[in-house]
């Protein structure tokens, strides 16, 4: 996780993912995903991943969620929305 002030950087391992609910908007399926996290900040309430999906299946972006709404303190590395891409790849 990133803290958006770039004060405190760590790569977490996601597990235990599991698609909460789905939803489409115009031609884009938006999946939200929970998780587990070996590394997660405390300060992170009710943390879940967004994934928007194109009509063709392919994510197109990653973003964290906190109590329903997108995180505004942290972001997901590269490495842990790659995790998150690869497992719905593998799940669909």
């Known amino acids: 996780m990133i803290d958006l002030n770039f004060e405190?950087?760590?790569?977490?391992?996601?597990?235990?993912?599991?698609?909460?609910?789905?939803?489409?908007?115009?031609?884009?399926?938006?999946?939200?995903v929970s998780f587990q996290c070996d590394a997660m900040?405390?300060?992170?309430?009710?943390?879940?991943?967004?994934?928007?999906v194109s009509e063709s299946g392919d994510v197109l972006q990653v973003v964290l969620y906190e109590e329903g709404c997108d995180s505004p303190n942290y972001q997901f590395t590269e490495l842990e929305k790659e995790q998150l891409i690869r497992w719905f790849r593998a799940s669909s």
């Open 8 to 32: 405190r950087y760590t790569e977490a391992t996601l597990t235990n993912f599991a698609i909460v609910r789905t939803y489409e908007i115009q031609h884009w399926t938006h999946v939200v």
């Open 41 to 52: 900040p405390e300060d992170i309430i009710d943390p879940e991943a967004l994934l928007i």
